[in-house]
C-alpha cells in the first residue's frame, strides 16, 4: 500500500470491481487516503480478501456481492454503503471486461455482455450514486474507467471499442447535467493504456482456460509504448486518487490519460 495521507478522511467511495487489478488497487490507494470503501465485485472470495487486506493495514472497508448490470443490485449496494458508512462522495466505475475478437467474428451475445458490463454498468452507477453524492456535505466525484480504447480504434477490439468511447462521452454529458443542475458532483474520465494486470489473461474467448493467451502485457509494451513498459494497477489508482479529492476540484467532463505516451 501506498504512502497513507489524508487527502479522503471522512469521504466514502465505492469502487466497483474492487477484487482485483485496477479496481482492487484503486480500493486500497483511496483507503490509504484515509476514506472509507465500498468495495463490489461479482468475485466474492478475491473482493472479501481486498477488504480483509485494507482493514488490516488500518483502513476502513467493506466487500458487497455485485453485478454492475443489474439494477436492483445497484439500489442494494448504494444502500448498504449509505447505511453501512452514512454516505457517498466518490465512484469509480471501474467494473469492465474485454473481449478480443474481430467484429466480424462476433456473436451477438457477446456483443451484448460486453455492453451490458462496460457500458449498462456505468450508466447504472451514475443514476444511483449521484442522487446521494449530490446531497452530501463535501459533495461528490465520478471517476469511469474508460480506455486508451475509448480514444482510438485498435484492431480485434471495436467492440471495446463501442463501449469505452461510449463511456467517455457519457461522462461528459453526465458533468454537463450535474453542472446544469447546480449539483456538486464533478464526473471524469480515466483512460489507461497497457496495464498489467489479469484482465489480460481472459481476454481471448477462444481459449478455454485464463492465463493460457498470447497476450503478455509487458511484451505488447516493449514496442507499442513509448516508455517501453507497461503500467501498473497503482499508476492507475494514484490518478483516481487525484480526481476523487479537492486536489481536481476544477475538473469535470475530462479525460486523464495514463498510458505511458500510448495514444500520441
Ligand atoms: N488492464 C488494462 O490494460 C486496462 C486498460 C484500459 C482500461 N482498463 C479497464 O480497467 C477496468 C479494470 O480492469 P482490470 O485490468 O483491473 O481487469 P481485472 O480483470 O483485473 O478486473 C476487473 C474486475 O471486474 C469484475 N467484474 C467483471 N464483470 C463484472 C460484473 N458484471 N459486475 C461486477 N464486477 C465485474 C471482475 O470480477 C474483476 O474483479 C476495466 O473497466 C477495464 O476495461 C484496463
Not at 83 to 104: E, K, P, Q, T, Y
Not at 139 to 161: K, R
Not at 199 to 209: E, M, V
Request: charged share 15%; hydrophobic share 40%.
Amino acid at each position: 500500500m501506498s504512502t497513507p495521507d489524508n487527502r479522503l478522511q471522512g469521504r466514502t467511495a465505492l469502487v466497483s470491481g474492487g477484487a482485483s487489478g485496477i479496481g482492487a488497487a484503486c480500493a486500497k490507494r483511496l483507503a490509504a487516503a484515509g476514506a472509507a470503501v465500498f468495495l463490489t465485485d461479482v468475485d466474492s472470495l478475491q473482493g472479501e480478501q481486498v477488504a480483509a487486506e485494507i482493514t488490516e493495514a488500518g483502513g476502513l472497508a467493506k466487500f458487497s456481492q455485485h453485478d454492475v448490470t443489474d439494477e436492483a443490485q445497484w439500489e442494494r449496494v448504494v444502500a448498504e454503503c449509505q447505511s453501512h458508512f452514512g454516505g457517498l462522495n466518490i465512484l469509480v466505475n471501474n467494473a469492465g471486461i474485454a473481449i478480443m475478437c474481430d467484429v466480424f467474428e462476433m456473436s451477438l451475445e457477446d456483443w451484448q455482455r460486453q455492453q451490458a458490463i462496460n457500458l449498462d454498468g456505468v450508466f447504472l452507477g451514475v443514476k444511483h450514486c449521484v442522487p446521494v453524492m449530490k446531497d452530501m456535505a463535501d459533495g461528490g466525484s465520478v471517476i469511469n474507467i474508460s480506455s486508451v480504447a475509448g480514444l482510438q480504434g485498435a484492431p480485434g477490439l471495436s467492440a471495446y471499442n463501442a463501449t469505452k468511447g461510449g463511456v467517455r462521452l457519457f461522462t461528459k454529458g453526465v458533468a454537463l447535467e450535474c453542472g446544469r443542475n447546480g449539483w456538486p458532483v464533478r464526473v471524469n474520465s480515466v483512460h489507461p493504456g497497457i496495464i498489467a494486470t489479469p484482465i489480460w489473461d481472459k481476454i481471448d474467448p477462444t481459449l478455454a482456460t485464463e492465463g493460457a493467451n498470447n497476450y503478455d502485457p509487458d511484451e505488447m509494451s516493449e514496442t507499442a509504448v513509448p516508455t517501453g513498459v507497461s503500467g501498473q494497477a497503482i499508476d492507475i489508482a494514484n490518478g483516481v486518487l487525484f480526481l476523487a479529492s479537492d486536489e481536481s476540484s476544477y475538473m469535470t467532463g475530462s479525460e486523464l490519460v495514463i498510458d505511458g505516451g500510448l495514444s500520441c
